[in-house]
């Protein structure tokens, strides 16, 4: 089904391809060879993969429809990519692969201002359009680390959560309409403004979380929300899990459903991020837990002192033990980069295995205990740090660095932390996705006849399976 051109006849064939690519779209839309920089080879996951045939970077969506309708006549794989921020492996090509890179499609469509809604090129980088948002009295909710490279695309295709869930959902909540190119190249235009719409069947669910295995997003309508024009922050160190779990939904009651974002760190994570990551501390390293609770809206001034009551009441009962609140929008951000030090985290403990798990979030305290104790009792030699969106029952952990055993102990940490995930009721990918990394574990999380459905959906819009094959599913 899929061709690949590792054999003399699939030469012949990935010529006539070229050929046709070329001749469709220009010399210049077309990178082949050395022209490929190693870039386009992987992404954040560090998955390996092989070295696709050719890298088409269309500039409008009648090039990429042109080029999936050569593709598909081809029968010939096709690899989405985005910013490759990806931590699921979904982007990395597959060996002889064509490559098709959005990132000549950036740019902000329109602001609809009666419509609160921005239309966006898929390629748009999403810090672009917060800030296009920002520009036009307007907020952009989703955001994540990973801000100023990954693109609206790659967001969509990997329903993309985040540091604001809590509060606005994933990026699934903010997609209202959906412009995508089939597998065969036909252009289905689901360009919708409106947050009502029950005309059948949502059918740009198809593409949102589906890493690409559907089609190709070339723009997007998203939801745009009033602006806040500040945000009231602390950092709290708490004692345990559950009195984390009290603050939160003593804040949320508290502060009338304003909770933007409730991020917990456990101690190790913090401990690493104030002394490798060089990150400033606002409180000392060694409490057992540290939630980032922001509280977003448009009057900061007046809403201090509810949110500092909130605090007060989790100081008084025991399950504060001190707290830092933000006096600046400095503060703020120098609390937020405690959050955000992920990505230089992932450098420091290379190589590792990033989980992106979730839970009911009365199991998330039983969850890291039990990890814990595989790395003390299995693995004492490697570091295990925990964090999450915690008040979306999302918790994630970087492990390493790992030794250089061939994956052996990758595979192994993997199958127990994975096992206790399945025991419980939790999810294998809170928000990165399937990709590579987690096809083995998908049925963890979904049950045989929905693994059924998502292959029979996959067959009816890409019957020669040449959409991203070999992720999510294997083929
Ligand atoms: C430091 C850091 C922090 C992060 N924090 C978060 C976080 O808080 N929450 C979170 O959810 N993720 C997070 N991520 C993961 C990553 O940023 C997201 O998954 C992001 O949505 C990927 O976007 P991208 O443009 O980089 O996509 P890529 O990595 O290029 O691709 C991801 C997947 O989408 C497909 N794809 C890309 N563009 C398109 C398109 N236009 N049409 C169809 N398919 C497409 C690809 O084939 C691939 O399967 C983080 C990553 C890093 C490095």
Same mark, same amino acid.
Not at 4 to 11: G, M, N
Not at 340 to 345: A, K, N
């Given at each position: 089904?899929?061709? !690949?051109?590792?054999?003399?006849?699939?030469?012949?064939?990935?010529?006539?391809?070229?050929?046709?690519? *070329?001749?469709?779209?220009?010399?210049?839309?077309?990178?082949?060879?050395?022209?490929?920089?190693?870039? !386009?080879?992987?992404?954040?996951?560090?998955?390996? $993969?092989? &070295?696709?045939?050719?890298?088409?970077?269309?500039?409008?969506?009648?090039?990429?429809?042109?080029?999936?309708?050569?593709?598909? /006549?081809?029968?010939?794989?096709?690899?989405?990519?985005?910013?490759?921020?990806?931590?699921?492996?979904?982007?990395?090509?597959?060996?002889?692969?064509?490559?098709?890179?959005?990132?000549?499609?950036?740019?902000?469509?329109?602001?609809?201002?009666?419509?609160?809604?921005?239309?966006?090129?898929?390629?748009?980088?999403?810090?672009?359009?917060?800030?296009?948002?920002? /520009?036009?009295?307007?907020?952009?909710?989703?955001?994540?680390?990973?801000? $100023?490279?990954?693109?609206?695309?790659?967001?969509?295709?990997?329903?993309?959560?985040?540091?604001?869930?809590?509060?606005?959902?994933?990026?699934?909540?903010?997609?209202?309409?959906?412009?995508?190119?089939?597998?065969?190249?036909?252009?289905?235009?689901?360009?919708?403004?409106?947050?009502?719409?029950?005309?059948?069947?949502?059918?740009?669910?198809?593409?949102?979380?589906?890493?690409?295995?559907?089609?190709?997003?070339?723009?997007?309508?998203?939801?745009?929300?009033?602006?806040?024009?500040?945000?009231?922050?602390?950092?709290?160190?708490?004692?345990?899990?559950?009195?984390?779990?009290?603050?939160?939904?003593?804040?949320?009651?508290?502060?009338?459903?304003?909770?933007?974002?409730?991020?917990?760190?456990?101690?190790?994570?913090? *401990?690493?991020?104030?002394?490798?990551?060089?990150?400033?501390?606002?409180?000392?390293?060694? #409490?057992?837990?540290?939630?980032?609770?922001?509280?977003?809206?448009?009057?900061?001034?007046?809403?201090?002192?509810?949110?500092?009551?909130?605090?007060?009441?989790?100081?008084?009962?025991?399950?504060?033990?001190?707290?830092?609140?933000?006096?600046?929008?400095?503060?703020?951000?120098?609390?937020?980069?405690?959050?955000?030090?992920?990505?230089?985290?992932? &450098?420091?403990?290379?190589?590792?295995?990033?989980?992106?798990?979730?839970?009911?979030?009365?199991?998330?305290?039983?969850?890291?205990?039990?990890?814990?104790?595989?790395?003390?009792?299995?693995?004492?030699?490697?570091?295990?740090?925990?964090?999450?969106?915690?008040?979306?029952?999302?918790?994630?952990?970087?492990?390493?660095?790992?030794?250089?055993?061939?994956?052996?102990?990758?595979?192994?940490?993997?199958?127990?932390? !994975?096992?206790?995930?399945?025991?419980?009721? $939790?999810?294998?990918?809170?928000?990165?996705?399937?990709?590579?990394?987690?096809?083995? #574990?998908? $049925?963890?999380?979904?049950?045989?006849?929905?693994?059924?459905?998502?292959?029979?959906?996959?067959?009816?819009?890409?019957?020669?399976?040449?959409?991203?094959?070999? &992720?999510?599913?294997?083929?």
């Amino acid at each position: 089904m899929n061709s !690949y051109a590792s054999t003399a006849t699939d030469t012949a064939q990935a010529t006539t391809l070229l050929n046709a690519l *070329k001749a469709s779209l220009g010399t210049d839309e077309v990178l082949t060879g050395e022209q490929i920089s190693d870039k !386009y080879l992987q992404d954040w996951s560090g998955e390996k $993969g092989g &070295k696709p045939l050719a890298v088409v970077r269309p500039r409008s969506t009648d090039e990429i429809s042109r080029t999936m309708a050569v593709c598909h /006549a081809h029968h010939w794989p096709v690899v989405p990519q985005g910013g490759l921020t990806g931590l699921a492996g979904g982007a990395v090509p597959n060996q002889g692969a064509v490559v098709v890179s959005l990132e000549r499609m950036s740019g902000i469509e329109e602001i609809d201002t009666a419509s609160a809604t921005i239309t966006v090129l898929a390629g748009t980088p999403l810090q672009t359009i917060q800030e296009a948002a920002q /520009a036009a009295g307007f907020f952009f909710a989703l955001d994540l680390g990973a801000r $100023g490279s990954c693109q609206i695309g790659g967001n969509i295709a990997t329903n993309a959560g985040g540091n604001r869930v809590i509060r606005y959902g994933m990026a699934r909540d903010l997609v209202l309409g959906l412009e995508v190119i089939l597998p065969d190249g036909t252009v289905l235009s689901m360009m919708n403004k409106m947050v009502k719409n029950n005309a059948g069947p949502d059918l740009k669910g198809l593409f949102i979380g589906t890493e690409g295995t559907m089609g190709i997003v070339s723009k997007a309508v998203m939801r745009l929300h009033p602006q806040v024009t500040g945000a009231n922050t602390a950092l709290v160190a708490v004692a345990d899990f559950d009195a984390a779990v009290k603050l939160l939904r003593h804040a949320q009651q508290r502060l009338s459903g304003h909770v933007s974002a409730f991020e917990v760190m456990w101690a190790d994570y913090y *401990k690493s991020a104030t002394t490798d990551g060089g990150i400033r501390a606002p409180l000392p390293a060694g #409490y057992p837990l540290y939630v980032l609770l922001d509280m977003q809206g448009s009057a900061p001034e007046e809403n201090a002192e509810r949110f500092e009551s909130v605090l007060e009441h989790a100081l008084a009962e025991g399950w504060a033990l001190d707290a830092a609140i933000a006096q600046s929008h400095s503060d703020a951000e120098s609390f937020w980069a405690l959050r955000d030090s992920i990505g230089e985290m992932l &450098k420091t403990y290379a190589p590792t295995i990033n989980f992106d798990v979730s839970f009911p979030i009365s199991n998330i305290g039983i969850c890291v205990d039990r990890m814990r104790k595989v790395m003390s009792e299995q693995f004492p030699d490697i570091h295990a740090m925990f964090f999450g969106h915690v008040g979306d029952g999302n918790v994630h952990i970087v492990v390493g660095p790992l030794p250089d055993d061939g994956r052996k102990t990758e595979h192994a940490i993997e199958d127990a932390y !994975y096992a206790i995930t399945k025991e419980l009721g $939790g999810s294998v990918s809170a928000e990165h996705g399937i990709g590579i990394h987690k096809k083995p #574990y998908l $049925g963890h999380s979904r049950s045989d006849a929905e693994i059924a459905l998502i292959r029979a959906m996959k067959r009816a819009i890409d019957p020669h399976n040449i959409m991203n094959p070999g &992720k999510i599913l294997s083929d």
